[in-house]
């Protein structure tokens, strides 16, 4: 695999901003600061095919603690929209939201794994980012925002522009591939088969990661699957 071109879109078949309002997300290590580390071959390994998303508009937030209530600068209908709380969202340790951010990566190739993880910013502003990873070419869906909330009663402000988390692509089975994002329209079929994972996520809670292991199975087998097999058929 010499390479590998991914696609975004903001959620729907048209974009929530302007082109020139709407932050893309960047290189992980565009803009840099220069440290000595910043030269250090494996740290550039490490973030190789990793961009960062950014806050789309302004957004401030203040968690209550007495009141386990959350309070923002978004209108209702904005942050029903925007913010999700859901069923027992202060049941753990720390009160656990997410925002729908709305971007939507898609590959026609095989073996595409997307991973979301930590930006230190966040860290600095007192919110932890729950990581995760799924295999891209094999399943579709929006990309949200989920965090632990750290501080409490203090007021959290993230600037349009802000740096929310890192996101990164790999391949497990061929480890020299270079990942690039183009920024497109979302076909139909992409949008069918973002919908339909959406909706089995809902209907039939935790089966999922069933059918991403199945579809796994699958593609690899296709890989391996010996091209001139026709001529054992009888």
Not at 86 to 106: A, L, M, N, S, V
Not at 134 to 139: A, C, D, K, Q, Y
Not at 207 to 223: A, G, V, Y
């Amino acid at each position: 695999m010499g390479g590998s071109e991914e696609s975004f879109l903001d959620e729907g078949e048209l974009d929530f901003f302007p082109d020139d309002y709407f932050e893309e997300p960047t290189p992980a290590l565009k803009g840099y600061p220069e440290y000595r580390h910043s030269k250090c071959p494996a740290f550039k390994e490490y973030y190789k095919n990793t961009w960062v998303m950014k806050q789309c508009f302004p957004l401030g937030m203040l968690y209550k603690s007495t009141e386990q209530y959350l309070s923002t600068n978004l209108g209702q209908d904005v942050f029903d929209e925007y913010v999700m709380l859901g069923d027992g969202w202060t049941d753990g340790e720390h009160p656990e939201i997410q925002f729908k951010q709305g971007y939507c990566f898609w590959t026609e190739d095989n073996d595409v794994w997307i991973e979301q993880f930590q930006h230190p910013e966040m860290t600095r502003k007192g919110l932890d980012v729950v990581s995760g990873t799924f295999p891209l070419s094999v399943w579709t869906r929006p990309i949200n925002l989920g965090f632990t909330i750290k501080d409490y009663d203090k007021n959290i402000w993230l600037e349009k522009g802000s740096p929310l988390c890192y996101v990164r692509f790999s391949s497990q089975r061929t480890r020299d591939v270079k990942f690039t994002l183009e920024k497109r329209s979302i076909p139909k079929e992409v949008l069918k088969r973002q919908l339909q994972s959406l909706w089995l996520k809902d209907w039939h809670k935790n089966f999922s990661w069933n059918l991403i292991k199945e579809r796994l199975r699958k593609e690899e087998e296709q890989e391996n699957k010996c091209p001139f097999d026709f001529l054992w058929k009888r």
